[in-house]
Structure formats: structure tokens, C-alpha cells
């Protein structure tokens, strides 16, 4: 009687543990879902309309530029039309950085969805949910990386575009009203 008492005691301890692990999983897929949203809130406040204006003012402004290329101007201009090129470089990367961002949130997110519903249902072996998981927060640590690269591009822009945008104008208008002068 005692070698069964110890057997079913043996095995309740097993089970416990192994609903502790269950716990501890899907408290670590939950702490993931909410840094996705957190993410994907941020990813979809992307401003597209804003994002297109710049583009248009950019487009306009480069061919305006390269009008007056064969001008001499001071190096102030020139530094003020460099900075801005440079800032125009990144807006095509902007909107590529946001939706390749988005797309890796959806699919750690399908893959988490399906990990928990493995978890709960108890199929497979524990021990490769762990593993499992930790590929996930790895690629959760990757996409974050991303983002904030993603996220200080877009703050830089946000902040040093219009501005550049300014500088250029004036600098167009202050050369065409010069040529029409002349």
C-alpha cells in the first residue's frame, strides 16, 4: 500500500510541476503580447498623409533644385540643400521600416497564438515550449531593434524635415527671384 501511496504521490508532484511550467509559459506569452500591442499601436499611428506630403514637397523641391544646379550659391545654401537631400533620402526607408515592422508583429503574433493554444491543450513536450519561446522573445528582441530604428528615423524627420522644407523654399524662391532680376 505504501509503494502505491509513494507512486501516486510521485506523479501528483510531476503534474504540479508541470501545471507551474504551463503557468510560467503562458505568463511569458502574455508579457510578449503586450509589447506587440504596445508596438503595434505605435506602428499604426504612422502618419500616411503626412508622410505623403513630405514625399510630394520633396519631389518638387528636387526638381527645382537641380534647375538651379548650374548656379553658384554660398555654402550655407549648399549645406542647408545637403541636409535636406539627406533627410529626403530617408522617406522612402520610413514607410518600409513601418510596414515591415507591422508585418513581423502579425507573424510573432500567429505564432504565438498557436504556441498558446499548445500550451494550454498540453500537447507536446514542455520542455520545447521553453524552447520555443525563447526563439520568440529573441525575434521579439530583434523587432524591437527595428522599431527603434524605425522610431528615431521617424522622430528625426518629424522634428528636422518641415524645417529643411522651409530652408529649401526660400532658397528656391531667393534663386528665382534673382533670375527673374537678372
Not at 25 to 31: H, L
Not at 101 to 107: D, E, I, R, T
Not at 134 to 159: G, N, P, R
Amino acid at each position: 500500500m505504501q509503494k502505491w501511496t509513494f507512486i501516486i504521490s510521485i506523479a501528483l508532484l510531476f503534474a504540479a510541476c508541470a501545471d507551474l511550467k504551463k503557468s510560467e509559459q503562458e505568463d511569458r506569452i502574455a508579457a510578449m503580447e503586450t509589447k506587440l500591442d504596445a508596438l503595434e499601436k505605435e506602428l499604426n499611428d504612422f502618419d500616411e498623409a503626412l508622410w505623403k506630403t513630405w514625399t510630394t514637397d520633396a519631389e518638387l523641391a528636387t526638381k527645382q533644385l537641380k534647375q538651379l544646379e548650374a548656379d553658384t550659391i554660398p555654402l550655407e545654401m549648399a549645406l542647408q540643400i545637403d541636409n535636406y537631400r539627406k533627410l529626403k533620402e530617408k522617406l522612402p526607408g520610413l514607410q518600409k521600416g513601418q510596414q515591415n515592422c507591422l508585418n513581423q508583429v502579425k507573424a510573432i503574433r500567429k505564432r504565438l497564438k498557436k504556441l498558446k493554444t499548445d500550451i494550454e491543450n498540453g500537447n507536446g513536450r514542455r520542455d520545447k515550449y521553453d524552447e520555443f519561446l525563447s526563439t520568440e522573445e529573441q525575434e521579439l528582441e530583434i523587432l524591437e531593434e527595428k522599431f527603434a530604428l524605425y522610431k528615431s528615423t521617424y522622430d528625426e524627420l518629424q522634428s528636422d524635415f518641415p524645417a529643411a522644407q522651409e530652408q529649401v523654399n526660400a532658397i528656391i524662391a531667393e534663386r528665382n527671384l534673382a533670375e527673374e532680376v537678372q
